[in-house]
């Protein structure tokens, strides 16, 4: 495999902490319920996601693979792609357990070897959409996807971005500019993650061929407990939004 430099960085820290996610696959592959983000929101509240019965889907960055096995459970056709040996692991591990199997494949969302046009929707949940470079991942995402196809992903919010500190939970201060915002590497945190400003997203996705339809802001719901994520308080995410969810369109350019 041919990788970027902050590629192999990403795989070497996820193959690192690959066992700290087997608990959180454990649980969503047990429930058939769709959610989204750190503090499960429900699907149904959010209606980010078409029908996706009889769809060809491609996960970028799909971990241990719960989005695919809750799409596929409601008729899709899945493959997940990941870049981490052992989340792939994990991944088979759970297909096994729940006799749900859709194929894998041990490779980068910024070079995917699947043929163009294969897909009606591309999804990510805190996968290619944080960890790869946008511009790769979404030249990916628009060569894969049929005209008119889905792509639907899960990031942190531009919000929690600019008030996180190196180490420590997100406060109520602006900690990083916002201008050239891309790159984003934390001293708490081994991996090259890439978050980029509301406009530099729509006009890469436009760059890509890809017009937004809807984003989704989400926050920590009433009586939210805090996670394994200590980067963010629920306080914090009940006040501003802490993951956002892009819906856009592959445009018949
Ligand atoms: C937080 S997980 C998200 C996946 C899934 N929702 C989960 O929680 O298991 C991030 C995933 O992105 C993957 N990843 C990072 N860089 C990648 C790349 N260049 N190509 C494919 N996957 C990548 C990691 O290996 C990891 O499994």
Redesign the pocket.
């Known amino acids: 495999m041919d990788l970027s430099e902050h590629?192999k960085v990403?795989?070497a820290a996820?193959n690192v902490s690959?066992a700290d996610?087997a608990a959180?696959?454990q649980r969503n592959w047990g429930t058939d319920e769709i959610s989204w983000g750190i503090w499960n929101v429900p699907e149904s509240e959010v209606g980010a996601l078409p029908d996706v019965g009889g769809m060809d889907v491609v996960e970028?960055?799909?971990?241990?693979?719960?989005?695919s096995a809750w799409l596929a459970r409601r008729g899709a056709r899945p493959i997940g792609?990941?870049?981490?040996e052992n989340?792939l692991a994990t991944a088979r591990r759970m297909q096994a357990e729940h006799q749900l199997e859709f194929p894998l494949v041990h490779?980068?969302?910024?070079d995917v070897p699947l043929s163009a046009e294969s897909a009606d929707l591309v999804i990510s949940?805190?996968?290619?959409s944080?960890?790869?470079d946008p511009d790769l991942w979404l030249r990916e995402a628009s060569r894969l996807l049929r005209a008119d196809g889905w792509l639907v992903f899960l990031t942190n919010s531009l919000m929690v971005t600019l008030c996180a500190p190196d180490v420590g939970p997100a406060t109520d201060r602006l900690l990083r500019g916002q201008r050239g915002l891309r790159v984003v590497e934390y001293e708490s945190d081994d991996g090259v993650e890439f978050h980029l400003a509301h406009s530099d997203w729509i006009n890469t996705l436009a760059r890509h061929g890809f017009a937004v339809t809807a984003l989704h802001e989400l926050y920590a719901p009433e009586g939210a407990q805090q996670t394994q994520f200590e980067w963010v308080t629920p306080e914090w995410a009940q006040r501003w939004p802490v993951e956002e969810i892009w819906v856009a369109r592959r445009t018949d350019t």
């Open positions: 590629a990403n795989r996820w690959a996610y959180a696959a970028l960055g799909c971990g241990t693979a719960y989005v792609i990941d870049l981490s989340q490779a980068s969302a910024e949940e805190y996968g290619a944080l960890w790869c």
